[in-house]
C-alpha cells in the first residue's frame, strides 16, 4: 500500500503554494494599508499646500507686488503644508505685474512630491508621485458693490487727509443733497456708471439707490467695472432725496464696512453737479448719518444750509494708486478665492 505516502507528498505541495499565494495577498494588504494610507495622506498635504500656495501668490499679486514675490510665497507657503513640495509650474498671467489690466485675474500652481513605499518595494513598487495643482482668482471688488455715495476727496473732517489716514480713525462726511449745484450733493447713479461726458443725467435713480443703500452696495445686472484712473470715470449724481436712503442707512448699515466711491470733484452740466469723477474706492465703516441740528461734535462744522446731513464713518483702508495720490484702479479693493 504505497499510495498514501504518495498522496501525502502531493498535499505538502499544495501547501506551499497556498501560503505563497496568501503572503502575496497579505503583502498587498498590507501595502494597501501602509503605503496607500500613507500616500493619501500625503495627497491631503500636498492638496492643502497648492491650495494655499495658490492664495498667497493672487494675494501678492493683487498687491501689485509682481510675480517675482508672488512665486516665492507661494513656494514658502507650500514647503509650510509639506516640506517636499517641488514647484513644478507657476502661472500668473501677464496681470499680475499689471494692476491696469481690467476683469478677474488667475494665478495656476503645480506642486510636486515623491512617495516612498515602505512594502510595496517587495512587490516590485518602490515609490509614486503625488502631483497637485490649484488656482486662484483675483480681482477687483469695486465690480461688485460700491455704495451710492460721493466721498468727496478733501471733504473728510478731522485727521482724515486721504491717502495718510490711519485705519480706526473716525472720518465724518457733510453731505447737502438739496444743493445740486454744489460739489457736496452726497448721491450717485450706479445704473449710470462710466458714461461719456455730456451724458443727460436727468433719471436720478431714486428708487435704485434707495435699493443699493438698503443691501448694502450695487447689485445691478450688469458688473461695475474699475475705475479708469488716471483716466475718468464720470457717473451719474443720484437723486437728491436722501432722507429716505439716510434712513436706510441707519437702519439696516451701522457698524458695516462698506465700499465708497471716491471722487475729485464734480462737472457742471446746466448750472449742476451732474456727473462725478471716481477715482478710487474707500473702505470705511459706516457708523450713522445725522441731520445737521442732530450732528454729534466730531462731525465739526457743519455747511450753511439747513439741509445738510453728517455720515459718521470709521476709515478701514485701501490700498493707493500712481504716485501715492488718490486712485488707482481698484483702491486696493481686491478679492482673491479659489476657483479650482
Known amino acids: 500500500m504505497r499510495v498514501t505516502p504518495r498522496l501525502r507528498r502531493d498535499e505538502g505541495g499544495a501547501v506551499?503554494?497556498?501560503?505563497?499565494?496568501?503572503?502575496?495577498?497579505?503583502?498587498?494588504?498590507?501595502?494597501l494599508v501602509v503605503d496607500l494610507g500613507r500616500a493619501v495622506a500625503i495627497r491631503r498635504a500636498m492638496v492643502n499646500a497648492s491650495d494655499s500656495a495658490a492664495l498667497a501668490a493672487a494675494q501678492k499679486c493683487a498687491q501689485g507686488l509682481g510675480s517675482g514675490q508672488a512665486q516665492a510665497a507661494a513656494t514658502v507657503t507650500a514647503k509650510m503644508n509639506d516640506g517636499s513640495a517641488i514647484?513644478?509650474?507657476?502661472?500668473?498671467?501677464p496681470e499680475c505685474d499689471s494692476l491696469q489690466a481690467l476683469g478677474l485675474k488667475l494665478v495656476t500652481v503645480r506642486y510636486t512630491t515623491t512617495v516612498d513605499y515602505f512594502v510595496a518595494p517587495i512587490l516590485g513598487i518602490d515609490s509614486q508621485a503625488v502631483t497637485t495643482q490649484a488656482t486662484a482668482q483675483w480681482g477687483p471688488v469695486a465690480s461688485a458693490r460700491p455704495v451710492p455715495f460721493v466721498a468727496q476727496q478733501g471733504a473728510f473732517q478731522g485727521p482724515c487727509e486721504i491717502p495718510n489716514v490711519a485705519?480706526?480713525?473716525?472720518?465724518?462726511?457733510?453731505?447737502?443733497?438739496?444743493d445740486f449745484g454744489s460739489s457736496t450733493f452726497g448721491t450717485l447713479n450706479l445704473n449710470m456708471w462710466d458714461v461719456p461726458l455730456g451724458t443727460n443725467c436727468s433719471n436720478k435713480e431714486e428708487g435704485a439707490n434707495t435699493h443699493y443703500a438698503d443691501v448694502g452696495g450695487y447689485d445691478g445686472q450688469v458688473p461695475l467695472h474699475p475705475v479708469n484712473y488716471p483716466a475718468?470715470?464720470?457717473v451719474c449724481a443720484g437723486t437728491g432725496d436722501a432722507q429716505g436712503i439716510f434712513l436706510v442707512l441707519n437702519e439696516h448699515q451701522i457698524g458695516k464696512i462698506l465700499a465708497f466711491p471716491v471722487t475729485d470733484g464734480c462737472t457742471r452740466q446746466g448750472g449742476h453737479c451732474d456727473l462725478f469723477n471716481v477715482v478710487g474706492f474707500a473702505r470705511l465703516q459706516f457708523d450713522g448719518v445725522f441731520k445737521k441740528n442732530e450732528a454729534p461734535p466730531e462731525c465739526g462744522t457743519p455747511p450753511s444750509n439747513a439741509s445738510s446731513h453728517c455720515m459718521l464713518t470709521t476709515w478701514v483702508g485701501g490700498g493707493f494708486g500712481d504716485g501715492g495720490v488718490i486712485g488707482g484702479l481698484d483702491y486696493g479693493l481686491r478679492t482673491i478665492r479659489l476657483v479650482k
Open 167 to 178: 485705519p480706526g480713525v473716525k472720518c465724518p462726511l457733510w453731505f447737502d443733497n438739496d
Open 87 to 93: 514647484l513644478v509650474s507657476f502661472d500668473p498671467g
Open 16 to 31: 506551499l503554494v497556498i501560503v505563497a499565494l496568501s503572503l502575496v495577498v497579505l503583502l498587498g494588504m498590507l501595502a
Open 232 to 234: 475718468p470715470t464720470w
